[in-house]
């Protein structure tokens, strides 16, 4: 890989909330490396490559090598764990058997296709304690159980060489910074350094300067994103960069804005993000749930390109 700071997007940007999705992988890579892109980050679901689509090595080895044909690397995965939802398959359970059996597969096609890091989320909706399944397991019980799990999913990753990280979000159970920080500390303190919190700019923004879906009494922090970024140092192990306009989209989740259009100052966040330790040259954009995606993705690509000049990265 060339040296200083790599850009990269993820796949899943063209196939959500488009006109027209782009639904040929190959176009992406072609599209991408037109516009000066060296890495792609694969949604491997939906009809973008998956073990569904690529079940051999054989096949794996021509989708690795159909990415460096067009100069590129995969600078992660994001796996279709959306399934394990409910407390008897989900990654909650007592014995979550399934949903480790599954990310074993993912460990397995990530590994094959070049990906160093594969990404995992916490798939419950945010109101998830309030609901009578969750009231029934209890709070404590369930985070304790996540860190058990992801403890367990860590050393499998391990053994692939794969980092983790974690994708907190509005969205999803688990977004107030005091649970971000005791489900990091808590699998990272089994033994796990190769599990970390993918810090998104524009969900840290939600979580830590908005509150976006925090259950009960909101928990902010004073210096926002930059607050949350600076607690987290060390335990981050992929980056996504986008803006924020302080909202959430229709999907209960937060509106990823194009660069400029919304609050966040990355003048500021670029030298934090530089020095927080994160183990890869990657700044992934996040265009999920946007419209007009592919001419979103030139601009970012211009806009990354000035922040690199201007911060010397």
Not at 37 to 66: C, D, I, M, N, Q
Not at 175 to 183: C, G, L, M, R
Not at 233 to 253: A, C, F, V
């Amino acid at each position: 890989m060339a040296t200083g700071k790599q850009l990269s997007i993820g796949t899943w940007a063209y196939i959500f909330n488009q006109e027209k999705p782009t639904n040929d992988f190959h176009e992406i890579l072609h599209q991408l490396q037109r516009l000066g892109y060296t890495g792609v980050e694969l949604g491997s679901f939906g009809p973008h490559p998956s073990p569904w689509t690529h079940p051999t090595k054989a096949s794996r080895a021509g989708l690795k090598k159909e990415i460096a044909d067009h100069g590129m690397e995969l600078s992660g995965i994001a796996v279709d764990l959306w399934a394990f939802k409910t407390p008897g398959v989900s990654i909650l359970d007592e014995i979550p058997a399934a949903y480790l059996t599954a990310f074993l597969g993912w460990c397995n096609f990530a590994a094959d296709v070049g990906a160093k890091t594969i990404r995992v989320d916490s798939v419950l909706s945010p109101d998830y304690y309030s609901t009578e399944e969750g009231k029934k397991l209890g709070y404590q019980a369930g985070l304790q159980r996540i860190i058990h799990v992801w403890d367990r999913a860590s050393k499998i990753a391990a053994d692939f060489g794969l980092n983790i990280c974690w994708e907190f979000e509005p969205g999803f159970v688990f977004n107030k910074p005091s649970e971000i920080f005791a489900i990091v500390d808590g699998v990272r303190g089994l033994g796990n350094p190769n599990f970390g919190v993918l810090y998104d700019t524009c969900h840290a923004y939600m979580c830590a300067a908005i509150g976006a879906n925090h259950q009960g009494e909101k928990e902010l922090l004073p210096g926002g994103e930059l607050e949350l970024l600076d607690k987290l140092k060390g335990k981050i192990t992929h980056l996504h960069l986008i803006d924020s306009d302080g909202s959430l989209n229709e999907h209960n989740t937060s509106t990823h804005n194009p660069f400029g259009t919304g609050r966040l100052d990355f003048d500021k966040l670029v030298p934090a993000l530089n020095n927080a330790g994160v183990p890869n040259e990657w700044w992934v954009v996040d265009l999920c749930f946007w419209p007009n995606a592919w001419e979103v993705t030139a601009q970012s690509k211009t806009y990354l390109d000035g922040l690199k000049r201007k911060h010397a990265c």
